[in-house]
């Protein structure tokens, strides 16, 4: 099973900085990876597939991208709407496997 | 626009079976992958398993003798049924709907969830 491990676990930023999350996976995993947004109460939203396009609609703020086996998700100029907590998940190989998440928060 | 409901009973009696359905609007069941995935209380995501379009399915190796995923393409309905539930089963299920080609691919819709609590 690849096992996924997000950092940090909460991330404080003030709005309009950039956030960088880090998503590293236990074994190589080609380019199979997606990221999501959950706010509470809400379903969770698919931002980034095939570790660095962008879904439809998701503004362009939102950028991933890859080295080796550290995937990373950026946020160039954070919106309060941005704030919520960050989820990568592999589809490389079954089992599919989530990190444990980033929660982004207001510094 | 693709909306995911998720409903069914938000408690069940341990060693009974749990039963959701998901209700797709918006969208056509075929040519996705449809999928249940969990969240105990305090914990991460769990991927239980998913269902081709065509029925086919595949389970995580925990779960594999206790979960049934099927889906109804005349009412536009995704099920799991989850028997001999314990309290470990306890968590916030997602119904999600996924991409496919050559291989399995992305999630792209996700419903809300809902909390199913297992007590007596």
């Known amino acids: 099973e690849i096992v996924l491990t997000q950092s940090p676990a909460t991330l404080s930023v003030s709005p309009g900085e950039r956030a960088t999350l880090s998503c590293r996976a236990s074994?190589?995993?080609?380019?199979?990876l997606a990221w999501y947004q959950h706010k509470p109460g809400q379903a969770p939203r698919l931002l980034i597939y095939g570790a660095s396009t962008r879904a439809t609609g998701i503004p362009a703020r939102f950028s991933g991208s890859r080295s080796g086996t550290e995937f990373t998700l950026t946020i160039s100029s954070l919106q309060s709407e941005d704030f919520a907590v960050y989820y990568c998940?592999?589809?490389?190989?079954?089992?599919?496997?989530f990190g444990p998440g980033t929660k982004v928060d207001v510094k | 626009q693709v909306q995911l409901l998720e409903s069914g009973p938000g408690l069940v009696k341990p060693s009974e079976t749990l039963s959701l359905t998901c209700t797709v609007s918006g969208g056509s069941i075929s040519s996705y992958y449809w999928s249940w995935i969990r969240q105990p209380p305090g914990k991460g995501l769990e991927w239980i398993g998913y269902i081709f379009d065509n029925g086919t399915t595949n389970y995580i190796h925990s779960l594999k003798s206790r979960v049934t995923i099927s889906v109804d393409m005349s009412k536009n309905q995704v099920s799991l049924k989850l028997t001999s539930v314990t309290a470990a089963d306890t968590a916030v299920y997602y119904c999600a709907r996924g991409r496919y080609g050559d291989y399995v691919a992305w999630v792209d819709y996700w419903g809300q969830g809902t909390l199913v609590t297992v007590s007596s």
């Open positions: 998940q592999q589809y490389n190989d079954w089992p599919f496997t």
């Open positions: 074994q190589f995993t080609s380019i199979n």
